[in-house]
């Protein structure tokens, strides 16, 4: 075995990176926290997939349900557009 000096020899970037991946950032912690975390990624897929936020209503109305549901209005002094 050849000698490394004690060091790890450093893994592939595409590897780190999926490591990376898989680990919850601050946006995907918060998201969790709001408990519609699905309800969260249905409507940015939408959003993703047509590119039009109009198109994604349902999914929009759907999240809004969920947040108010969880009571995430009192816990980040969000309101409701008059």
């Not at 020899?9 to 969790?32: M, S, T, Y």
């Not at 809004?64 to 009192?74: I, P, Q």
């Amino acid at each position: 075995m050849a000698d490394d000096g004690g060091k790890k020899a450093a893994k592939p970037a595409d590897e780190q990176a999926q490591v990376d991946d898989d680990e919850p950032d601050e946006w995907d912690k918060r998201i969790l926290k709001t408990g519609c975390a699905d309800e969260n990624m249905r409507m940015t897929d939408c959003y993703y997939e047509k590119k039009d936020w109009r198109k994604c209503k349902d999914e929009m109305e759907a999240f809004t349900r969920c947040w108010k549901a969880h009571g995430n209005d009192e816990r980040t002094s969000s309101q409701d557009a008059a």
